[in-house]
């Protein structure tokens, strides 16, 4: 079985802070993980994902998420805030098993201050 | 390319009537996924499809069904509305199915509201 924990519902940075949204999984296998960003009254757009090559990855806007295996966990990171970054962000997981169907946490919205 | 889209975009609809939305996948893209996301339940899946064939199937009533035509288009029903079934239903496409590094990528979602 798989699951995803958002550790947080809402994250509030200041414009041009670094940003740090947390997600913890479980999964029997190994598991392929996603972020994926959704504005508002918008669809969900991919960030970045981890698929067992390296445990570092880079996405777009500048955002990169590691994978730690020992601590379970998926963090999304960026180095800077910009307004445009305020939105929801899911984690996601899937597990490298037959006819896995994806898991979504709740969602972090992450709010930013001018 | 273009995107996976979806119509109509809102919809609004009354108890007990029934409902149909469609999804027109990325080409190329033979996979079809259904999402309903409400702010309690969050994102859930619904079901799949590849090749016609329903391929996988989440934990929700009989009364959410599904289609997909030869050309990968895909058609998700709800018949007896409820006001529960009140939700952003989002659809996405991927080039396979049951391999898990593939990305999905989701359209911009229907609106239904039942009242």
């Known amino acids: 079985a798989q699951s995803v924990t958002q550790l947080d519902s809402h994250v509030s940075v200041s414009e041009g802070t670094p940003v740090l949204l947390r997600c913890n999984y479980s999964s029997s296998y190994s598991p392929s993980l996603f972020w994926y960003v959704q504005h508002p009254n918008k669809g969900l757009q991919l960030l970045l994902k981890?698929?067992?090559?390296?445990?570092l990855v880079k996405g777009i806007n500048g955002f990169e998420a590691e994978f730690k295996k020992s601590e379970t966990s998926f963090h999304l990171t960026k180095p800077s805030a910009h307004m445009s970054d305020a939105a929801e962000y899911f984690c996601?997981?899937?597990?490298?098993?037959?006819?896995?169907?994806?898991?979504f946490g709740k969602g972090t919205m992450l709010l930013v201050s001018p | 390319k273009a995107g996976v889209t979806q119509t109509p975009r809102y919809l609004i609809k009354t108890r007990g009537q029934q409902v149909t939305l469609s999804c027109s996948p990325i080409?190329?893209?033979?996979?079809v996924s259904w999402y309903q996301q409400t702010p309690g339940q969050g994102l859930q899946f619904l079901f799949e499809y590849f090749s016609e064939t329903q391929r996988n199937k989440g934990n929700f009533p009989g009364r959410f069904s599904g289609r997909q035509f030869s050309n990968s288009r895909s058609e998700m029903n709800v018949s007896t509305l409820e006001l529960g079934d009140s939700a952003l239903y989002l659809c996405?496409?991927?080039?396979?199915?049951?391999?898990?590094?593939?990305?999905?990528?989701f359209g911009p979602g229907t609106r239904l509201t039942v009242l």
């Open positions: 981890y698929t067992s090559a390296a445990t």
């Open positions: 080409s190329g893209h033979r996979s």
């Open positions: 996405a496409s991927s080039i396979r199915t049951g391999v898990s590094t593939d990305t999905q990528y």
């Open positions: 996601v997981v899937r597990e490298n098993s037959g006819y896995s169907t994806l898991t």
